[in-house]
């Protein structure tokens, strides 16, 4: 198996991160992973947001559960991560989730060949219209016409997690 195979197959969703930076560099090495995702008719219109500010990633995770049912307030803070990459594309795109889930795998797979754990918080894409969401969004930098559809929280995980079966059908007509 090579090393991208390998690397695939390794990646798994992270929920317990360590106290612990990623360097500039790898977050830099990581969101230009995400920009060389393909895109519909390669339009691009999609936008990488690295957020490491912490009053404002406190500002996201404090705002979305004000507007989702069944939320536990006290618990939610994109599980203590402090390094969001959130990809989000024009509002009016009917094809910018499809564009941005690429780009978010791409995130996931680069982060975990450099030892970094991910997770895919799903929240932001119902919520980007609430005004205190909107509101940390754009002091984020996200543009006032897109619509957030991932948010990839990224940090060093606890521990390596090395179980978990997949067991999608893979079928052949051959
Ligand atoms: C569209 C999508 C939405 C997801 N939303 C969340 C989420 O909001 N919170 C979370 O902890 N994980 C979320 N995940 C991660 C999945 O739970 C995870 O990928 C799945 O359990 C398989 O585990 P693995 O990533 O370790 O292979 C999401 C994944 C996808 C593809």
């Known amino acids: 198996m090579n090393a991208v195979i390998e690397n695939i197959l390794a990646r798994r969703s992270y929920r317990a991160l360590a106290d612990k930076k990623i360097e500039k560099a790898d977050l830099e090495l990581i969101a230009k992973a995400g920009q060389y995702a393909p895109s519909a008719m390669n339009r691009q219109t999609f936008q990488i947001t690295v957020v490491t500010n912490e009053e404002v990633i406190k500002k996201l995770y404090t705002a979305i559960p004000k507007y989702m049912e069944g939320i536990d307030a006290s618990k939610y803070n994109f599980y203590g991560s402090k390094h969001l990459m959130i990809v989000s ?66 940090g060093y995980p606890v521990e390596k997690i090395t179980h978990k079966e997949k067991t999608a059908k893979i079928h052949f007509c051959e």
């Open 89 to 154: 594309d024009l509002a009016s795109s009917e094809i910018g989730q499809m564009d941005c889930a690429c780009v978010a795998e791409n995130i996931f797979l680069a982060a975990e060949s450099l030892g970094i754990g991910s997770v895919w918080v799903n929240q932001l894409r119902n919520t980007s219209d609430g005004e205190e969401v909107r509101a940390a969004m754009t002091e984020a930098g996200i543009p006032a016409d897109h619509r957030a559809w991932v948010i990839c929280a990224l």
